[in-house]
């Protein structure tokens, strides 16, 4: 028990003395708190569309109007030929092209019903699938608009009109869901290639032999080398909370120290795995390569950039067993839910199942003698 | 003190003999050197006794202590200095005794005296980081790192090497102080000069001990006649002594050649074997060195067959 103090003693001199350190660990998560969330936008913006009107009718100006007035699309151009408006596609300055048919607006009051044309530029998936999205939602409401001003009321059939509300997050804020899966993903990244690179560390200077002829023993030797990490991790969360209620705003709804609880757990499942990776490795080129390829992995299958929900059965399974797809829904829950601890129990719990794993892997596999 | 019976160590699944049963003891407050090339076992020794390594076979015990099942107290009782400089680079001097001193549940203060010759030197750079040390700076802080807890014995694996030589001096200097304190020391070096100074000297050869002895024996038992030679074309001459039926070992020795004939004859027969080789070089009969002893003992046939 003593000794664990003096381990301490030492690792935390050593921290201070590594100024590069320091820097990256606070500089680096608040330039990227402060620009990732600007840069890794969801919502789609600027849409250049291009507008073949054939119709020149003051119902098809209108629509126009109301589809750049929508704030997803800006009109590019507007152009006499389908084939001008798609070479707009073709060199990349448009995204999607509306085609108004000639008559558009007689036909539709005459015979109630008339198509229309959009060909949307499919390379960005995403984008694609939301511009078609958008457009068909405004196009849909001013379908119903032009209903009730052309039929008389005593012909007007039933129309649904559909007003999400969107529950937590009532103006879909992307920002209030990014900011906690970017701050979770800072702290996967030091918390997991620090403590990696501690230990090994250790090893490739030869130190760990010397330390393995004291009697220290190995439990509190690395409970030594650890809880150094899950401080400076949990001063890195801090800063990442303070740097996203400053700059945007952010203010969790649940409490703060349910937030901490969680992040705890979250730690001594990833200090554990950085642990683990340490001992299989001999040297820091080693570790690198390692946690860098759990690191990729980790990130894809978290949930921080795609849906965990539709993924097939077994992604889902594999991402159960990784300690961050499970705080970074817990930390959702809590900064936009305002989830307590009891609602939030089922992800503690794995993550602590997955910590006591990794972590007695790790301490099994460290031998102070070979 | 130490107490080894029959150890074996392969690396590899057995593939890789470290040491082939190997057997010796070392009393309180002697100095036992080994001696040997790269890979004769050495380190493989040093990290069994010092429970880093588990032997295949065979006991050890170290100030009384058993190295596989008394492992615990074998650590608070030895000290090391790997071959490696192993200390933290980014402590200062201070900081590494403090550090080592604290984990062996001791302080600086208590164990002073033992390390006050060493420390002193340090004294100057105490603030320095170890890392910006001199080589030798370095050892003598290694030095005092494993003595700061008061061992029973101490284990150094080839500490002065890439050592200077006033540096080693010292270091040697030190070593014999520590020795009058009682302190049982099992040392390797690559240097023949420094074995000489040993109690006694063991030469290790691909994990078997060849020989273990004083050093005054060890040279005592050196029966042949040794000659040097000088010469200008040291590389011919040796090719030729070594394809002469006459000779029985013979090798170059920084300047000169050293050569073991076999027959016993007068120094002038010799001498005109040798400048019928090569006219302008000269013979001298000389005692023989440590290295001699050691080349001597890799050739009997008892050797090379392990």
């Given at each position: 028990m003593r000794s664990l103090f003096f381990i301490l003693e030492k690792e935390f001199r050593q921290m201070r003395r590594r100024k590069g350190l320091i820097r990256t660990l606070f500089i680096a998560?608040?330039?990227?708190?402060?620009?990732?969330?600007?840069?890794?936008?969801y919502s789609v913006k600027n849409i250049s569309l291009v507008v073949v009107d054939h119709d020149h009718s003051s119902t098809s100006r209108e629509m126009v109007a109301k589809i750049t007035s929508s704030g997803h699309f800006n009109l590019y151009a507007t152009s006499e030929s389908n084939k001008e408006a798609l070479s707009y596609v073709e060199h990349d300055k448009a995204d999607l092209v509306l085609e108004i048919p000639p008559h558009f607006e007689r036909n539709l009051v005459r015979e109630n019903s008339e198509k229309?044309?959009?060909?949307?530029?499919?390379?960005?998936g995403v984008k694609a699938g939301l511009a078609g999205a958008y457009l068909s939602q405004i196009l849909l409401d001013y379908n119903a608009d032009i209903r009730e001003r052309f039929l008389p009321p005593t012909h007007q059939a039933f129309v649904f009109r559909i007003i999400p509300i969107h529950w937590y997050n009532v103006f879909l804020n992307y920002y209030l869901y990014?900011?906690?899966?970017?701050?979770?993903?800072l702290v996967t990244g030091i918390g997991l290639m620090q403590t990696a690179f501690n230990l090994v560390n250790e090893k490739e200077i030869g130190t760990i032999e010397q330390i393995n002829v004291t009697p220290v023993k190995k439990f509190w030797f690395i409970l030594g080398k650890l809880l150094p990490f899950y401080i400076l991790s949990a001063i890195i969360f801090s800063v990442g909370l303070l740097v996203g209620f400053v700059f945007y705003g952010m203010v969790p709804v649940g409490s703060i120290a349910t937030m901490y609880i969680a992040l705890l757990d979250f730690l001594f499942a990833l200090v554990g795995f950085g642990l683990l990776l340490s001992t299989y490795a001999e040297s820091q080129q080693q570790v690198m390569s390692l946690a860098f390829f759990f690191m990729n992995i980790l990130n894809m299958m978290s949930g921080l950039f795609t849906n965990l929900d539709s993924m097939p059965a077994w992604a889902q399974f594999i991402t159960n067993c990784f300690p961050l797809s499970h705080f970074i829904k817990a930390m959702r829950m809590i900064c936009l839910k305002g989830s307590g601890l009891a609602d939030i129990t089922p992800h503690l719990l794995y993550m602590f199942a997955i910590g006591l794993v990794f972590n007695t892997w790790a301490v099994l596999n460290y031998k102070k003698r070979s | 003190m130490i107490e080894v019976n029959n150890i074996v160590k392969t690396y590899n699944k057995g593939k890789v003999k470290a040491l082939n049963g190997i057997s010796f003891s070392v009393g309180k407050g002697e100095v036992?050197?080994?001696?040997?090339?790269?890979?004769?076992?050495?380190?493989?020794?040093f990290r069994i006794l010092t429970t880093l390594l588990l032997p295949d076979s065979g006991e050890a015990q170290v100030n009384n202590f058993h190295v596989v099942t008394n492992f615990n107290d074998i650590r608070t009782c030895v000290g090391y200095m790997p071959g490696r400089f192993s200390l933290y680079l980014d402590l200062t001097v201070?900081?590494?005794?403090?550090?080592?001193?604290?984990?062996?549940?001791?302080?600086?203060?208590?164990?002073?005296?033992?390390i006050k010759d060493i420390y002193e030197q340090l004294q100057p750079f105490k603030e320095r980081k170890a890392g910006k040390l001199s080589g030798g700076m370095k050892q003598k802080l290694a030095l005092c790192c494993a003595l700061i807890h008061k061992p029973a014995v101490l284990f150094l694996d080839e500490p002065t090497t890439g050592v200077d030589v006033v540096s080693r001096k010292e270091f040697w200097q030190m070593l014999g102080r520590l020795k009058e304190q009682g302190l049982t020391i099992l040392v390797s070096t690559p240097y023949m000069d420094e074995a000489l100074l040993c109690d006694r000297i063991a030469f290790m050869h691909k994990g078997d001990i060849l020989s273990i002895n004083t050093p005054?024996?060890?040279?005592?038992?050196?029966?042949?006649?040794l000659f040097a030679i000088k010469t200008t074309k040291t590389f011919q001459l040796l090719n030729a002594l070594r394809s002469l039926p006459d000779t029985y070992t013979c090798f170059a020795f920084g300047e000169s050649i050293?050569?073991?004939?076999?027959?016993?004859t007068t120094p002038s027969a010799l001498q005109s074997i040798i400048q019928a080789l090569d006219e302008n070089?000269?013979?001298?009969?000389?005692?023989?060195?440590?290295?001699?002893?050691?080349?001597?003992l890799l050739n009997q046939p008892n050797a090379s067959s392990n």
């Open positions: 998560p608040i330039i990227q708190l402060i620009l990732m969330p600007l840069a890794a936008n229309l044309s959009v060909e949307i530029n499919a390379i960005e990014i900011i906690p899966g970017i701050l979770v993903n | 036992l050197g080994l001696i040997g090339p790269d890979g004769a076992g050495k380190t493989s020794l201070e900081e590494n005794l403090h550090f080592f001193a604290t984990v062996f549940n001791t302080t600086i203060e208590e164990n002073y005296h033992l005054k024996e060890i040279l005592a038992s050196f029966h042949r006649e050293h050569w073991v004939p076999k027959i016993h070089a000269t013979l001298e009969k000389i005692n023989p060195t440590l290295e001699d002893c050691f080349i001597d």
